[in-house]
Structure formats: structure tokens, C-alpha cells
């Protein structure tokens, strides 16, 4: 079964960090690029960072960009989001993905149930 | 502000046709995926590239896409199409991701 489990969330206070990880399973981990999608509570997705499969190739929302870092172990099937100075806005729940795409598209075709992330005094 | 654009609710008679609508100036370029989410529940792929389902999705979901504007279509809703569904695509750069802000289709 392809399945995709992240841990690592929690609360936090603002300014702090938290490091994400999700563990892979049912698949060739290193054949994908990876993905953080995140979702505020009642809101709609929102992508956080892709990494492609080699990590040769990174990419940031605006909103996290210098902030997050996006990295991944092959040898251990693993993903992780380094958070730091973490802002009320960065609550959300946080889905590991996995990256289908082609030259005209780009599609999550493999969710994680999430982590949540609550940034709060 | 998302670069993609969604009605925020539509609604269908059951066994009906609903056309759901993203737009968006990446959508000339690149075809948008489409998203099913169910409450408590990691949305779910349904549509993909120029009219692909994964395995597993009934073919009454289908897409197109025209000029900047993508559609999913549910030819003969059931009331377990009743969700948020989610559109998404590169943006206009071609290097990020992005989501439409979600349309939430009922089934009467």
C-alpha cells in the first residue's frame, strides 16, 4: 500500500521551530519529487516547498521562503520541512506529498493525513 | 490572493451534469489537476493532466480546459460527489505551485 505518515507537529510559540518528517512506504521514494502542502483550518490547500528527487531542485512558497527548508534522506524513504521563526500564520496542517508530473502539468497524486502545526503564545 | 480563481459553491440535482470552474492566466500554459476533499479527509486526486483520472476514480468525473479556464465536469452527480473540490496548476512562472481557493458542490 502506497502511504505516505508524517509526525513532528505540535505547538509552538511564535518565533520558534519545529522540524516535520514523513516516512514513505509502497513506493520507489527516490523515482519522485516531493512536496509540503499545508492547510489553515477551514481554509483551502496551500503548497508549501517541493523538492525534486535527487533534492537538485528546490522550490519555496513566498510566504515561507527563508524561513523553511525542505530536505529528504533517499536511504530512509524520508522527507522533512526545517520550520523556523514560526509566525501565527504558519498554523495549519501540514501534508506530505508526492509529486506527479508532466511536462504540461503538475499534479499530488499521494496524500499524507497531516500534522498538525499551532503557532501560538 | 490565489493566481487560480473558483466559484465558491455550486450546487446539482442528483444524477445531473455540474460544471466546476477554475481560472487563471497558468491555465493557458499548463492544464490544472482537480481535488475531491471530504471533512476530516486529505484530499484525494481525481483529475489530471488533459483528461486523466487515476485508478479508482469513476470516469463521471472528466476534465477540460479552455483559454484560461479549466473545468471539471460530474456527469450524473451522486451524493457522494458532495465535497470541496480544488483546483491547481503551476504558476505563471512555471517554477511554484498553486491551488484555487475551493468550490463547495452540493447535491440536492
Known sequence: ?????????????????????????????????????????????????????NGG?????????GRFTISRDN???SLFLQMNSLRAEDTALYHCVRVYTGSYYLAFDIWGQGTMVIVSS | SSELTQDPAVSVALGQTVRITCQ?????????????????????????????????????FSGSSSGNTASLTITGAQA?????????SRDRSGNHAVFGGGTKLTVL
Open chain 1, 57 to 65: 531542485s528546490i522550490g519555496y512558497a513566498d510566504s515561507v521562503k
Open chain 1, 1 to 53: 500500500e502506497v502511504q505516505l505518515v508524517e509526525s513532528g507537529g505540535g505547538v509552538v510559540r511564535p518565533g520558534g521551530s519545529l522540524r516535520l518528517s514523513c516516512v514513505a512506504s509502497g513506493f520507489t521514494f527516490d523515482d519522485y519529487a516531493m512536496s509540503w502542502v499545508r492547510q489553515a483550518p477551514g481554509k483551502g490547500p496551500e503548497w508549501v516547498s517541493s523538492i525534486s528527487w
Open chain 1, 75 to 77: 536511504t530512509k524513504n
Open chain 2, 24 to 60: 487563471g492566466d497558468s491555465l493557458r500554459n499548463y492544464y490544472a489537476s482537480w481535488y475531491q476533499q471530504k471533512p476530516g479527509q486529505a484530499p484525494v486526486l481525481v483529475v489530471f493532466d488533459k483528461n486523466k483520472r487515476p485508478s479508482g476514480i469513476p470516469d463521471r
Open chain 2, 80 to 88: 457522494v460527489d458532495e465535497a470541496d473540490y480544488y483546483c491547481n
